[in-house]
């Protein structure tokens, strides 16, 4: 006998069944109903591929690394510019008289590299808190200690793992 659940789930149309999976957050649909509704779906003959178009993005766990990875590449393109930016800044600062507003500027602009240094690493330990898989050897104390030339050094090393990773995971 089915649960009264699955009986009304029975009763809705296509369009609500897929309309109630694409607002899984929102609608607070539990992962047994989720997989009820899957199910009634399958039966019906809807194809995978309409299902996974309405799924929310943040239920793959792929769909999820890859953000992670993308944000990640982001942030270090963003790390990449702030530093020649800052380099370019500080050679430019010798040539001129010392003045505040040249400080100023080269102090937030080391600023932005260190936040944007922490913001990738981040995005890097969510990556691997996806795939489920040990984290990096990287802590942002290295990158403190020894430089910003180690990170654009260790950036090729992640950035190929981090591949590695997400072939392995789709």
Known sequence: ??????????????????????????????????????????????????????????????DKAQKHYMAFKRSSRRVFFCYLTFAGALMLSFLLDPHWIVSTALLLIFGSLISFVID???????????????????????????GMPLYFLMFLSFKQKMEARLEHLA
């Open 1 to 62: 006998m089915k649960s009264p659940q699955t009986v009304s789930l029975h009763t809705l149309g296509n369009e609500e069944l897929l309309d109630l999976i694409k607002n899984n957050p929102g609608a607070g649909v539990s992962q047994g109903v989720q997989d009820s509704i899957l199910q009634i779906l399958t039966n019906r003959g809807v194809d995978q591929d309409t299902i996974q178009r309405f799924r929310p993005a943040d239920s793959n766990p792929f």
């Open 120 to 146: 990738t690493l981040l995005q890097q330990k969510r990556f691997y808190k996806v795939v489920g898989g040990a984290r990096s050897y990287s802590t942002p104390l290295v990158f403190f200690f020894l």
